[in-house]
């Protein structure tokens, strides 16, 4: 034991990780560590093959090592792994992003999720000329420093939602109001008139665990920001492409100003996007005044594992199906709950979902920070002592793909039954 890789990383990353959500702090005992992974499977160092709904939190909506994905990335490795200059596939993916993307005219690659959000809100601040933003408490825009207030994620899970290291300066142009209440985003606006720049939101929050926009918070949002003159940003790096082929823009029918997308569009590479209206984007340099940059940007691995990822997505059109089978997922797994009288809130949308251990309907961060999270680790361990793998926390959400097939999703069901007896 005292040579594990989880003693040695002990020793050498902060808390064993380089990313806070897979330390298991939320749900207690040793994480994981993967060799490799194929279809819906992890295979850990323990020996054994765990049926995965992380997905790489996100982006594996066709299971992992697709083989259009493989074959184009041997391809491009022959080509090089870097070059700095122009490729002609960096065009052809954001040519394929804007035409599934309602009302998006120009896209910029960059490498992370955190980049993207972070650059909307220069492109926003740079366009309107003014500091504040609102956002959603237990919502989660990556790490850039003016998204670490009220923040969800594994900020939620391990009892820091309000960063340390984030200066007062920056933290007081962070406004925030709570999802799904129209009615604290229109006090804020009255309260700090010509003095917002924008709203960014989860459409479908994904960072508080799974919870669905109320029937005209999104709506609401829009018409807020419209009147106000703030840029409404989606972000969509969880949702994009994964509720609908046009994200939640197109499912729900809301247009944003902006968008943000990551995971799924670099097919598990380090690559996310930001999108907009022509009218902002050409602020953005070297068009405009607000800069922002990069030297993996656009990097010709990431953009060919997204390209084909993508392409092999629309190819398939599986969206009717993955809502179908969440339809059944969801409601075998009410049953089990119910069988076994354990209370739990299941919230979905499409391919992801959540299940709350709570009583209460979850609506918002208030609602989620109810649930009994220590119920939610003995299920989570009651699952992964069954060999399937949900994510490590009560406030992530738990996604699944194409390559999870009736007869993985059959032995889920048998496992949660037995889980939900060991979470009463
Ligand atoms: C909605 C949302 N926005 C932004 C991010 C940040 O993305 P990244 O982790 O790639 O920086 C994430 C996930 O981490 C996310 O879920
Ligand atoms: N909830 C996060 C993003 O969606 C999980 C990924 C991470 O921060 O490691």
Redesign the pocket.
């Known amino acids: 034991m005292e040579n594990s890789w989880w003693n040695r990383a002990l020793k050498v990353l902060p808390g064993g990780v380089d990313?806070?959500?897979?330390a298991f702090g939320g749900v207690g005992g040793v994480p994981l560590f993967i060799q490799r992974a194929q279809g819906p499977y992890l295979y850990a160092d323990d020996g054994k093959a765990y049926v995965d709904f992380i997905g790489s939190?996100?982006p594996m909506i066709l299971g992992h090592n697709p083989k259009e994905v493989v074959e184009a990335l041997k391809e491009q490795l022959s080509r090089g792994l870097s070059f700095g200059m122009c490729t002609d596939i960096e065009v052809e993916l954001a040519e394929c992003i804007l035409s599934k993307i309602p009302g998006m005219e120009k896209i910029r690659l960059v490498n992370s999720?955190t980049e993207a959000t972070m650059s909307a809100i220069r492109v926003a601040r740079g366009a309107t000329g003014r500091h504040k933003i609102i956002k959603f408490r237990g919502c989660?825009h990556?790490?850039g420093d003016s998204f670490l207030i009220q923040a969800?994620?594994?900020a939620l899970t391990h009892g820091t939602p309000s960063s340390r290291g984030v200066t007062p300066g920056v933290a007081q142009d962070t406004l925030v109001a709570d999802y799904n209440h129209l009615e604290d985003v229109s006090a804020l606006f009255d309260a700090n008139p010509n003095e917002i720049a924008a709203v960014i939101v989860e459409p479908v929050a994904?960072?508080m665990g799974c919870v669905p926009p109320r029937a005209g918070f999104l709506e609401g949002l829009r018409e807020l920001c419209t009147k106000n003159g703030a840029v409404l940003i989606f972000d969509e790096?969880?949702t994009g492409f994964r509720v609908s082929d046009g994200g939640a823009a197109k499912r729900f029918g809301v247009l944003p100003d902006m968008i943000t997308l990551g995971?799924i569009v670099g097919g598990g590479m380090p690559l996310a996007a930001y999108a907009g209206k022509e009218s902002l984007m050409r602020n953005v340099s070297p068009l405009g005044k607000v800069y922002q940059a990069g030297t993996l940007s656009g990097n010709p691995m990431a953009v060919t594992a997204g390209l084909s990822q993508l392409r092999a997505l629309f190819q398939l059109n599986p969206w009717e199906s993955l809502e179908k089978k969440g339809a059944f997922l969801e409601s075998a797994l009410k049953a089990a709950a119910a069988s076994a009288g354990c209370s739990v809130q299941i919230n979905r949308v499409g391919a992801m979902f959540t299940v709350f251990f709570s009583s209460l309907p979850v609506v918002d961060t208030e609602t989620a920070m109810s649930s009994d999270t220590k119920r939610f680790a003995a299920f989570f361990h009651a699952m992964l002592s069954q060999g399937i793998l949900f994510?490590p926390s009560q406030f992530?959400?738990t996604f699944f793909g194409t390559s999870h097939t009736e007869e993985i999703f059959e032995r889920t069901i048998s496992a949660a039954r037995t889980a939900f007896e060991k979470a009463i």
């Open positions: 990313s806070p959500v897979r939190w996100g999720g989660y990556g790490h969800g994620s594994g994904g960072n790096v969880m995971k994510p992530e959400t």
